[in-house]
Each structure stands twice: as C-alpha cells, then as structure tokens.
C-alpha cells in the first residue's frame, strides 16, 4: 500500500522568509513520481513543483525547491522568499498505481 | 482556454437521495479523476477515467461511480446518500494518466448530505 504523510498540520513563516514543509512517503513501486500541491482558500488546487522518483537531480521551480531523500523516502518543500500569497493549504501526493495524498500542511504568511 | 468546470457548485440533499456531478476537463484533456476532501479524512482517490475506461479506483464503496463519455466529460454518481457523504469533491483533468502529467482541479463540488 502507498502512503503519504505530512507530519505538520500547521506551519506559520515571515514574509520574505525561508520555510520548509515535510513530506515522507512509503511505496513499493520503483517508478513513481512525487508532487506539491497548493490548495489557496476557496480557490483551486494548482501544482507547484514535480518529481520523477528516477531522478536524482532535485526540481526547482523559481521560489519553490525540493529536497528528495529516495533512500530516506522524504520529499519535502522548501519555499523561499514568503509572499503574501504563498499562504495556502499544501499537500504532498505520490503516484505509483492511484495518486494519493497527504493531509496537507496549512501555510499562514505573516506580513 | 477554459479550465476544468464543476457542475453544481453547491448542493444539499437527504440521506437516501443520490447525487451525480459533472466535470468538463480542459480542452484535449483525456484523463478525468475524481477526489473527495473532508476535513477528517484529507484528500481521497475515487476514480480515474481515460479515453472513456475506468483506469483506477479508490477504496469506495459500490454506492461511487462514475463514467467518462466520448467527450472527455465525465460524471460521479453516489447512491443511498449518508451523513458522511458530505464534503468537496474534486475533479481534476490531465492530458496523461494521473501524475503522468500535471493535473488542473476545479473548484469542486461542494455537497452537504442532510
């Protein structure tokens, strides 16, 4: 069975700081991919950065990062420079057969 | 273009009644899945359709189902409605299977069960 598990319901960082959000995973498969998404209040899931389990190279996407521990089976978001607009809802998933999520880390943005 | 569109947004009904949404993915979009996120259980697998077949499915029970037409328009049935049936329910579209490719969710349908 997969599994995805977001160990911090809640986390809080100051605009134009550095934040990390935690992400560990359990899969039998050998190819599988990994994703962050973000779920704004009352707005729309969007994706905000993806991994290919076979690549050892860590995704980057402008403010957003990666850090892929394969061997560790972690995969957590780092997002630096805070905005305003960063605060949201942000669930780790993990597709090997079905694509299954966290329950999500709730981001707040102090001003 | 115009993005994944949720119909009804909101809706109530009865224990006992049943309910279908509906899901209009992007434009050239062939993979439909659908989720449901509750407060308690977080986001939760029900189905995924491409090219009109059933692909996957999540640990629902019989009363979910769905179809995906020639279209790509896809639609979720829950019969003999319970209490618990109430939350968001999402659809996503991709133009790959599921985390092949990026998704793009609606806004959801919202559902309350009376």
């Known amino acids: 069975a997969q599994t995805v598990t977001q160990s911090q319901p809640e986390m809080s960082v100051q605009e134009a700081e550095t934040v990390t959000l935690s992400c560990t995973y359990d899969?039998?498969?050998?190819?599988?991919?990994l994703f962050w998404y973000k779920q704004p209040p009352s707005r729309q899931m969007i994706l905000v950065i993806r991994?290919?389990?076979?690549?050892?190279q860590n995704a980057t996407e402008n403010r957003f990062s990666v850090n892929f521990q394969k061997a560790a089976k972690s995969f957590s978001l780092k997002i630096s420079d805070s905005q305003l607009g960063d605060a949201a809802m942000y669930f780790c998933?993990?597709?090997?057969?079905?694509?299954?999520f966290g329950q999500g880390t709730e981001l707040s943005v102090k001003p | 273009k115009a993005g994944v569109t949720q119909t009804p947004r909101y809706l109530i009904k009865t224990r006992g009644q049943q309910v279908t949404l509906s899901c209009s993915p992007i434009?050239?979009?062939?993979?439909v899945s659908w989720y449901q996120q509750t407060p308690g259980q977080g986001l939760q697998f029900l189905f995924e359709?491409?090219?009109?077949?059933?692909?996957n499915k999540g640990n629902f029970p019989g009363r979910f189902s769905g179809r995906q037409f020639s279209n790509s328009r896809s639609e979720m049935n829950v019969s003999t409605l319970e209490l618990g049936d109430s939350a968001l329910y999402l659809c996503?579209?991709?133009?790959?299977?599921?985390?092949?490719?990026?998704?793009?969710f609606g806004e959801g349908s919202r559902l309350t069960v009376l």
């Open positions: 996503a579209s991709s133009t790959r299977l599921a985390g092949q490719g990026e998704l793009f």
């Open positions: 899969t039998s498969e050998s190819d599988y991919y």
């Open positions: 991994q290919e389990a076979y690549k050892q």
């Open positions: 998933a993990l597709k090997g057969g079905k694509l299954i």
């Open positions: 434009s050239g979009h062939r993979s």
């Open positions: 359709y491409f090219s009109e077949t059933q692909r």
